[in-house]
Every structure is written in C-alpha cells, then in structure tokens.
C-alpha cells in the first residue's frame, strides 16, 4: 500500500486537497494529511476543516505567519525530518502558496515522487509571489497534474516532457460541485438581508492590492462607483482588515468577517456579479456560471475568461466600473471547461497509483527539452 503525504497549508488549499484525500484512499493508497500552519484563524481554517468533513490532519507544522523568507523556511525545517520519519512513496501539493513551494523543495532534495495538483498555471507576473512559487514547483515535480489544456501548454512550452503531463482537470469544482447543495441550504443570505441577484460579491487580498494604500483607494473608488448600482457585500481577508478599516469605506460596500465555505459558495451562487482578485474565485465563478469582474492586471486563469464567465477588468479605477457596467448590463453566458466535472481527483489517483512501478515513473532530472538543458549532453571521458 503507498504511503502518500498530502500537504494543506492555507485556505485556498482546503477544498483542493480534500477530493485529492479520499480519491487515493478509495483506491487503497494510505495517506497521511500534513498541514503547515500557514492559516490558523477559525475563519481562515477551522470553519472550512468543518465545512469540507476533513479530518484533524495528522501532523501539524505550525508555521504561521512571517515574511515570505521565514515562512518558507519554517515550513522547511518542519517538514524535513517529518519525510526522514513517514518514508512516503509521493507527496501531493496543491496550488501556489509559500507552504506548496516548502514543502516540495524538501520533498525534490529528499527523495520521494512529487506530485503538483494545479501545475503550469502562469500569470506572467514574476512580481506575483504566487508565480514565483508555481514555476519553482512544477520544476522540482515529478508529475505536472494540469487543470486545463492551457496550462498543459504552458508546461510544454517551457520544455516538460510529454510523460509528466496530466490533464486532469480542476479538483477545486470536484469539491465545489460535492458541497453545492448543502451550500444552497446555507441561511447566509438571510443572516446579511440579501436577495438573490440583489448584491454584489467582493473579495480582495493580493498584496498588490490592498498592501498599498493608493492602489486600495482606487479600487475603493471603483466599488463605491457600482455601489451606487448594485449594493457590494465584502467578506474581509484579515491581510486587508487594517488598511480597510484605515481608509474607510465608501457607502453601499458592506464589510462583514471572511465567510465558511458552505457560506462563501452560497454567497457566489446568488450574487449578480463576483469582483475579485482571488484566483480560485475565477475558477468557481465559471463553474457556477456567475458573471465574474477580476481586479487584476493579468490571470493564470486565462480559460475562465476564454470559456467562462471572468472578465478581466485590471486596477484603473474608471476601467473597473466601466467593464462592471457593461457586465451587468450584458452578463457573459455561462460556460464551463472541459473536466471541469468533479472527475478530477479520480483521475489524478489514478495517475499517482497506476502509473507503473516507481523506477519507471518520470523524474524531473533530463526534463527541459528545448531549452538546451538536455541532460546527458556532456559526453563521459
Ligand atoms: C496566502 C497565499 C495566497 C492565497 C492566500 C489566501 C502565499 C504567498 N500567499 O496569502 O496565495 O491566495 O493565502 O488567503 O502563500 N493571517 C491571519 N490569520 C490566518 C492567516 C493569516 O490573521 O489564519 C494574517 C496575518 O496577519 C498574515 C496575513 O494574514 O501576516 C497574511 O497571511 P499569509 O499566509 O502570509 O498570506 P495571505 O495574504 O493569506
């Protein structure tokens, strides 16, 4: 029976790990869930542990917050003698975070197969450090378990062999359709006197965005424009708390605390239009065939835009409320991506436990044909 770690660290990783848990260990895989303790709060874990039917992870890292450096290099340390100990076939890790680069950096050094669920997802924005995070990653990963042909394209583009490769699909939908109807019985939208279609949904956390007090103004000029159209409901991510409260918000944007899952998917699912800058958001959004506003300048996301329902508005204040206005006067129709069907984890296990004996698996090693960095170029003398 493998023995196979799955790594959470962070809200964002909860609802991709889950689907990822029960499909190894519905084919007999034994999995050990490792959480790094880069989210900690009730509101940006315990409520989504409840929501999502996880159980207590197994080992917990406690690495908290900090700089990019110091969180990275906690979650390092605890994790090292963590693999020394379980001895695991694979680790799986999931999307962009600090913890998901950790955690295979010392996976790729220590020995075992390393699986990345979301790889060749590219924003192009190496200011990101999300980008930073998915490029270094899927480089030290043995399999690139793609959500999409267009990151698949991605990875091919940059020289990743053919037999790392996986389209499987998008896990977070796998979880997103599993809990939808319990998610439309939640009482969230009598608990905030809201109708469904009778609000907007908004969320904002990158650091780009709501770090520097000038960029969150506009974007607060922006909202408090639509507002005035269409009332804003805003669930607030505690790295936004400060300066929000700060800068104060303008009428009709309502604050109320981060939302649950179950809650936060009802909130999606009867809301006229979604503005975010989350990445996820994109993904659930189409699924659910919800106009979607991203308040960026670019995405890793781009097939929501191209077969969803995201719009990609950028930052300046007067492009966000014209591209809302035109939104909300001619909704994108809904479209979602092929495997986007709750299949996806299905498939990754059955690529991570049927892909032959592990001395014929892929390693990364003499990857990266046609960047020149063939392996075995150099001729033995
Ligand atoms: C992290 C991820 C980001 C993801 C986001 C989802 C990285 C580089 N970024 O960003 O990709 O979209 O999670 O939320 O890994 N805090 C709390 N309670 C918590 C956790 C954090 O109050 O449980 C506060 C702390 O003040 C902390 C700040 O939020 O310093 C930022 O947390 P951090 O994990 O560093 O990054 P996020 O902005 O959450």
């Given at each position: 029976m493998p023995r196979i770690i799955c790594v959470a660290g962070a809200r964002p990783n909860y609802m991709k790990i889950k689907p990822v848990m029960d499909a190894l260990e519905a084919r007999g895989a034994e999995v050990v869930l490792v959480h790094t303790g880069q989210h900690y709060d009730e509101s940006m874990n315990d409520v989504f542990f409840r929501d999502l039917g996880?159980?207590?992870?197994?080992?917990?890292?406690?690495?908290?917050?900090?700089s990019h450096a110091v969180q990275t290099g906690r979650v390092m340390e605890a994790f090292e003698p963590l693999l020394d100990e379980l001895v695991p076939d694979a680790v799986v890790v999931v999307g962009d975070i600090n913890s998901t680069l950790a955690c295979a950096l010392v996976t790729a050094k220590a020995g075992p197969l390393l699986a990345h669920v979301?790889?060749?997802?590219?924003?192009?924005?190496?200011?990101m450090p999300e980008e930073v995070n998915r490029v270094a990653t899927d480089r030290l990963s043995?399999?690139?378990?793609?959500?999409?042909p267009d990151a698949a394209a991605n990875l091919r583009s940059e020289g990743y062999r053919e037999d790392q490769i996986?389209?499987?699909?998008?896990v977070m939908i796998d979880t997103l359709f599993a809990n939808l109807d319990r998610a439309r019985r939640s009482d969230v939208l009598a608990r905030y006197g809201l109708t469904r279609g009778g609000y907007g949904l908004v969320t904002l956390h990158r650091p780009a965005n709501v770090d520097d007090p000038d960029a969150l103004r506009g974007l607060l000029k922006a909202l408090g424009e639509i507002a005035g159209r269409c009332p804003l409901l805003l669930p607030v991510h505690p790295r936004a708390a400060e300066r929000l409260s700060e800068i104060g918000v303008p009428g009709g944007i309502r604050l109320v605390p981060a939302a649950g899952y179950l809650d936060f998917i009802a909130l999606q699912d009867s809301a006229r239009v979604v503005l975010t800058d989350s990445g996820g958001i994109q993904e659930e959004t189409t699924a659910l065939g919800v106009p979607c506003v991203t308040l960026?300048?670019?995405?890793?996301?781009p097939i929501t835009v191209e077969q969803g329902t995201n719009v990609l508005a950028g930052t300046d204040p007067d492009r966000i409320t014209a591209t809302v206005h035109r939104v909300l006067d001619d909704p994108p129709a809904p479209r979602c991506p092929e495997?986007?069907?709750?299949r996806a984890s299905e498939r990754i296990a059955q690529v991570l436990?049927?892909?032959?004996s592990a001395a014929t698996r892929p390693r990364p090693?003499?990857?990266?044909?046609?960047?020149?960095?063939?392996?075995?170029?150099v001729p033995v003398v």
């Open positions: 996880i159980r207590s992870p197994d080992r917990y890292l406690g690495a908290g917050s900090g979301e790889a060749g997802l590219r924003s192009r924005d190496w200011s043995d399999y690139l378990l793609a959500p999409s996986h389209v499987v699909g998008n960026r300048e670019n995405t890793e996301r495997l986007w069907d709750g436990l049927e892909g032959g090693t003499d990857l990266v044909a046609g960047t020149g960095l063939v392996a075995g170029t």
